[in-house]
């Protein structure tokens, strides 16, 4: 399952991101729960956890979050290790990852955007770093796996959203890659 907004979504690609990509070329069964412009802090229905609430699937084998860009541009509480309530970026975590393990006792993949020179997303990157340490479920941070030549601002439509062509070149090989950890 692939748990996210905008940019798991596929915004600025037509609504096709590295998820559609990866079922396209590898054939994987996606669960895609992405609503554009919705947070990871429990701010309405729309926010990922009720969504996550509301699915039925009785098998998930890996469970794909995405650490909210909107939580970031809308300077949401970061929180602290401890936080396990939705109302923190750090407690929706802790909240997705105990549904994850209640409902599916699968593991989790956090994802990490690139930064797109957004403070406040750095700080909630760094304490999704910290917390992964201490509650063992696995980070993929998209900053560590920059196309090798450097910017190509074919690959991004904003300082947020990739492009058809920087899910398909970029981001897909990264998944693929982290992925074939798992299966």
């Known amino acids: 399952m692939f748990l996210g907004s905008s940019v798991t979504y596929g915004e600025a690609s037509g609504g096709y991101s590295f998820v559609d990509e990866l079922e396209r070329r590898d054939g994987i069964v996606p669960f895609k729960e992405a609503v ?5 802090v429990t701010t309405g ?17 890996l469970l794909v979050l995405q650490i909210g860009t909107n939580d970031a541009r809308l300077l949401l509480p970061v929180g602290e290790i401890d936080d396990s309530a939705p109302d923190t970026v750090i407690g929706a975590v802790s909240e997705v990852l105990r549904i994850s393990a209640e409902r599916w006792g699968c593991p989790v993949l956090a994802y990490i955007s690139p930064r797109y020179g957004n403070e406040h997303y750095d700080r909630i990157a760094e304490k999704v770093h910290l917390l992964s340490c201490t509650k063992g479920f696995y980070i993929l941070d998209m900053e560590d796996h920059l196309p090798p030549d450097g910017e190509n601002p074919a690959y991004m439509a904003d300082p947020v959203h990739p492009t058809r062509m920087g ?3 970029w981001w897909t090989p990264v998944f693929k890659s982290a992925l074939a950890e798992f299966f």
């Open 45 to 61: 229905k729309d926010s990922y956890i009720p969504r996550l609430e509301g699915r039925q699937e009785t098998i998930v084998d």
């Open 36 to 40: 554009s412009g919705t947070t990871l």
């Open 167 to 169: 899910y398909v070149e």
